[in-house]
């Protein structure tokens, strides 16, 4: 079974500090690994894959098989990244389609 | 905005009554997915369906079915309401059959 673990549900940052979104995964297979995010009264936006190995809004995300995360960091946390985070594993079902496994999701919080 | 378009935004009804959501994918994308996103549960697949046959299937219960249309639009039927089914109900696009997923604005649905 796959399982995606994010195990603060909030972040408190003051901003111009560092940020680390945690991040952890079972999967028995060869995972797709995505970070998406949800401001407020918006939907989910895909923020990054792990495929594609760029930095989006500052932030970046390295997949680390041996340890099974992927976590979020950004150097430097800017107030308008305060929202909802969520982790997702993409796995097939059976062998086939594309489901998303989401962890629980972390609210960060950058305050002024 | 990504194209995925959800209708109706909020929607009350009663125990043992039944609902329609119905969700309109990006144009082009042939995949529809169904997530739920509850407090207790978090965000959970429901359902995908590819270019109008069913692909994968996570926890849905037996009261709820969905279907995808020729046009590629998708509906999510949920029938005998419980309380329990208040949440917000997703659905997702993608090109293919394993793809990146876009998401709607969501349903909220309430159960009184």
């Known amino acids: 079974a796959q399982r995606v673990t994010q195990p603060e549900k909030l972040l408190s940052v003051f901003k111009g500090a560092p940020v680390e979104l945690k991040c952890n995964y079972s999967y028995s297979g060869s995972p797709e690994l995505f970070w998406y995010v949800q401001y407020s009264r918006q939907r989910l936006q895909l923020l990054l894959r792990?495929?594609s190995r760029e930095s989006i809004k500052g932030f970046t995300a390295d997949l680390n098989k041996g340890e099974t995360s992927f976590h979020l960091k950004k150097p430097f946390a800017q107030e308008e990244d305060s929202a909802m985070y969520y982790c997702a594993l993409s796995g097939s079902y059976n062998n086939a389609g594309n489901m998303l496994t989401f962890g629980g999701g972390t609210r960060l919080m950058v305050k002024p | 905005d990504s194209g995925v378009t959800q209708t109706p935004k909020h929607l009350i009804t009663a125990t043992g009554q039944r609902v329609t959501l119905r969700c309109s994918p990006r144009?082009?994308?042939?995949?529809v997915y169904w997530y739920q996103q509850s407090l207790d549960q978090g965000l959970q697949f429901l359902i995908q369906?590819?270019?109008?046959?069913?692909?994968a299937k996570g926890n849905i219960l037996e009261r709820f079915s969905a279907q995808q249309f020729p046009d590629l639009h998708s509906e999510l039927n949920l029938s005998s309401l419980e309380l329990g089914d208040s949440a917000l109900y997703f659905c997702?696009?993608?090109?293919?059959?394993?793809?990146?997923?876009?998401f709607g604005a969501g349903t909220r649905l309430s159960v009184l």
């Open positions: 369906y590819y270019n109008g046959e069913e692909r």
């Open positions: 792990h495929i």
């Open positions: 997702a696009s993608s090109v293919g059959d394993k793809n990146i997923q876009y």
């Open positions: 144009s082009g994308d042939l995949s």
